[in-house]
């Protein structure tokens, strides 16, 4: 059998492992409830591998690889960031979030501001990250089958679409933990298997450093590829704002926030947000290594511009014949696993969100949900085949940007203070949301000055996350009067153990 | 004289009753929103506030600092262990571990912090 066979084979094992999964949860998934948040009954155990298998987006099992593998160590702060978030998100937002009582975003947003414009517009908000980050998902299953089995490259994002919609339309929230949580483990075994070969090879042609090889580097700037900061000019800049942009921008991606609602309690939330940093530790030791791996052993992979493929190509690379071929198609059953659990996620955060703020007039519960997620696959698909061959991939770093300018404030600072007030939040997220995005469009369509002013732009967080923190303060504190009526009792709420008998107010329903 | 024995008497103390009647639950305190109850739920709030200030510190200082000890000495990136670079043991492999540390001693304390405010609400 050919190499392709083998790839093909392991991408139709994950798709119908998927389809079979989600299939076992269909069963249970009847209310709802069921359906938005799994009727909030997910054990830590079974909630932190979901979280984890529905974080490890593309981005993470191929991205940071070919990255490292092009630039080097400072493309390891992604990786870092991305789990430093984690940390950000359980010391700030997990178990007020889950005590809230919302379904979704903008629940939480109306609940606290007791405002409708609050809720608009971080509906918006929240269906225009999730949709910012499909599109490369999309995109990247449609590269990945393409480059394996020689398909054309819409044919990839299509079926991730269909499988996707199939599991969400039959069992949301409820099917989708279950499959989540099976992707993180298959996503884990899929690096690590072959890695534990590749190490022996390594070992025993010497244990060379990746570092003492020379490298045509694409970026091409004379940046040492051992230096922890960002090449370029503004090294320093670019790096704090790429930190900035990751810490504070994981607690404001849809399909993460989502998943809090899921737990019984917030001393639950907790729990499963440390198990989540654990195994979300455990996952980023490994592609790194595959990035130093294949600056030994694969290097014309940089010159030729296909970085991104050296997880699917090391192993067929490093061992000859059929071993080879076989762990190569383990590693691309592994990265339509991420394909897969991102985007299921991602559909369910955004068709929540469109399934209450605009189907919810038409019609309601478990049709509205199901008609939401059709809208919340479609939309992006289209865009990711329209637009094929723009920086698409791009688009999840600048996801995070502009989720840390817009609704990590809004979070932060609707737990923990109680004289935010709804103009405040409103104007904070159109600042920060306009600067990061207008950033965000002149980075993509490539209009951006040189010098300051592009590194300004290509990495706007540093400054457009402040900016909207005292925007959210400074409006709100000019006008007190707007301070939600019943904050002391929400703050109660969000704060108090739920063992305590206290008023607590109305949750949001 | 009547030799009957002296009628008995109970005998209460008018205090108890008094002192009973002022002492109100915490809980309802919060409820009704007294002064008393701002005082409970914010020095709640604070204490997981400073809790949180606290791991977030550690974050900016132990792993956000690893950029500016590397721009102020770039030769610290020439330094190998075991063939591995020392920037690369850091963000690489050390991070990972010292945040999840992290995590666990912030869950640690905001739960010992959340039963501290379930006793002093339980004892009133």
Request: aromatic letters at 10%.
């Amino acid at each position: 059998m050919t190499a392709a066979g083998y790839s093909v084979m392991g991408v139709t094992a994950v798709f119908v492992a998927t389809l079979a999964v989600g299939a076992y949860g269909w069963r249970f998934s009847r209310t709802t409830s069921d359906f938005f948040v799994a009727s909030r009954t997910v054990r830590p155990g079974l909630n932190a591998s979901a979280i984890g298998g529905e974080y490890l987006s593309a981005a993470s099992f191929l991205g940071v690889a070919g990255l490292v593998l092009a630039f080097g160590t400072e493309m390891l702060w992604y990786p870092v960031g991305w789990t430093a978030g984690y940390l950000v998100l359980l010391v700030l937002v997990a178990a007020p979030l889950r005590r809230s009582g919302a379904y979704t975003l903008p629940d939480f947003a109306e609940s606290r501001l007791e405002s409708r414009g609050v809720r608009r517009l971080s509906a918006l908000l929240v269906v225009a990250i999730g949709w910012l980050y499909l599109m490369p998902q999309f995109q990247g299953a449609g590269l990945a089958l393409a480059s394996t089995t020689g398909t054309g490259s819409w044919l990839g994002g299509v079926l991730v679409a269909t499988v996707v919609l199939v599991n969400v339309l039959f069992g949301g929230m409820r099917s989708i933990t279950f499959v989540q949580a099976f992707q993180y483990w298959l996503k884990l075994t899929a690096l690590l298997f072959p890695l534990l070969f590749m190490a022996a090879i390594w070992l025993g042609d010497g244990a060379v450093s990746p570092a003492s090889v020379d490298v045509a580097d694409v970026g091409g700037t004379g940046d040492s590829w051992v230096s922890p900061l960002a090449g370029g000019e503004h090294e320093v800049y670019t790096t704090y704002s790429i930190i900035m942009a990751t810490f504070l921008g994981t607690m404001g991606l849809p399909h993460v926030v989502v998943r809090f609602y899921t737990n019984p309690d917030g001393a639950a939330a907790r729990r499963t947000t440390l198990l989540v940093l654990a195994l979300l530790g455990l996952f980023y030791l490994l592609p790194p290594v595959y990035g130093g791996l294949g600056r030994l052993y694969a290097p014309d992979l940089v010159a030729s511009g296909r970085a991104e493929s050296v997880v699917l190509e090391l192993p067929s690379r490093m061992l000859a014949g059929t071993a080879g071929e076989l762990l190569s198609a383990l590693t691309t059953a592994g990265a339509f696993a991420a394909f897969l659990s991102t985007s299921s996620g991602l559909t369910v955060a955004v068709a929540g969100v469109i399934s209450q703020d605009v189907m919810g007039r038409r019609f309601g519960g478990v049709r509205a949900f199901q008609a939401g997620a059709v809208v919340a696959v479609l939309v992006p698909l289209g865009l990711s085949l329209l637009t094929e061959g723009v920086g698409v991939a791009q688009a999840v770093g600048l996801a995070f940007a502009f989720a840390a300018s817009t609704l990590c404030p809004l979070l932060v600072l609707g737990i923990w203070w109680r004289r935010l007030t709804d103009v405040g939040a409103i104007a904070g997220m159109l600042v920060g949301g306009g600067c990061a995005g207008g950033a965000v469009l002149a980075t993509l369509l490539g209009v951006g000055p040189e010098g300051w002013g592009g590194a300004l732009l290509a990495q706007p967080a540093a400054w457009t996350v402040p900016l909207s923190f005292l925007t959210m303060v400074g409006v709100s504190l000019a006008t007190p009067r707007r301070v939600p009526r019943h904050a002391a009792r929400t703050m109660v709420r969000l704060h108090t153990p739920e063992s305590v008998q206290l008023d607590r107010g109305n949750a949001p329903r | 004289m009547s030799e009957s024995a002296p009628r008995r008497v109970r005998v209460t103390s008018p205090r108890t009753s008094a002192a009973r009647a002022q002492r109100v639950p915490a809980a309802r305190e919060i409820d009704a929103q007294t002064r008393l109850g701002e005082v409970y739920m914010s020095s709640l709030i604070r204490s997981q506030l400073r809790l949180a200030l606290l791991a977030l510190a550690a974050l900016v200082v132990f792993v956000g600092g690893i950029p500016l000890v590397f721009w102020l000495a770039p030769d610290l990136s020439d330094i190998e262990v075991l063939a591995v670079p020392l920037p690369w043991l850091l963000l690489a492999f050390a991070v990972y571990p010292f945040l999840l540390l992290v995590g666990w001693l912030y869950v640690r304390a905001a739960e010992r912090n959340e039963r501290a405010f379930t006793d002093v609400l339980d004892r009133t």
